[in-house]
């Protein structure tokens, strides 16, 4: 069978369906024994659809597949967005981030330690460093790393509540506020005063984090900053709105901390 669909117009087309009869994309990771990524990246159109796939969803969500594939089908329209027939529970972020103040704590420290040290390193690039290392992980394990929420200001994703988290860091001295002036600019930088945990930092934590830091660590404020404005989780987010962590699953090259090629059909 060989559809002349597109895979966007295919994963438009699951996506509608998929909406009107009131599943998640983790009803339909489930049904195909599939990661809900793979799902995010099939509707996005970045992942072609086996005919068994598309077959399995035909059966369960009860349409005709035939009817489904025809590329001028009026019940298939590209351009329609279901907004009245999603149920209010698919309107929900499916999984809600929360602050773990510890985690933040420790993972503060030991990106001070790896790179706090270099001249560029200063409150905003530290701010980056720690967006791609959160939406990074969640991208691969689909699980909140720190807990953060990110807003979408005018110079990128900045945190919410780091403030108060290093005001207590600075109070307890684990680490030094240091202000400074580099290259004509004003600079806030921290230096630690205390080593990390690392028994309270998993491998993969750990990894997502030096991955992180020896991508970006040498950047200036400017280049990371203009860098994270042409991430999807920033792009596709309004201004002042909180920025969705499900939306690292739209991630392409050379963004994607993921590797979705093994999904892809030749």
Known sequence: MQPELTP????????????????????IARLL??????????ESGNRQVTVNELITISENLHFSLD????????ANPETEEIH?????????RISLPKLKPEKVKNIVLYLLERCGGKPNVGETVLYKLLYFIDFNYYELYEEHLSGIEYRKLPYGPVPKKLDSIISQMIGKGAIQQIKAIYHTYPQTRYIPMEKADLTRMTAAEKEVIDRVADQFSDWSAAAISEYSHKDIPWIATEDGDVIDYELAFYRESPFSARTYAEDYES
């Open 84 to 92: 009245q027939d999603v149920p209010p529970k698919q309107k929900q």
């Open 67 to 74: 009817e489904f594939l025809l590329k001028d089908n009026p």
């Open 33 to 42: 024994g599939l990661p809900r990524s793979s799902v995010t990246q099939m």
């Open 8 to 27: 966007k117009q295919i994963g438009k087309r699951i996506q509608r369906w998929r909406k009107l009869k009131g599943y998640s994309q983790e009803d």
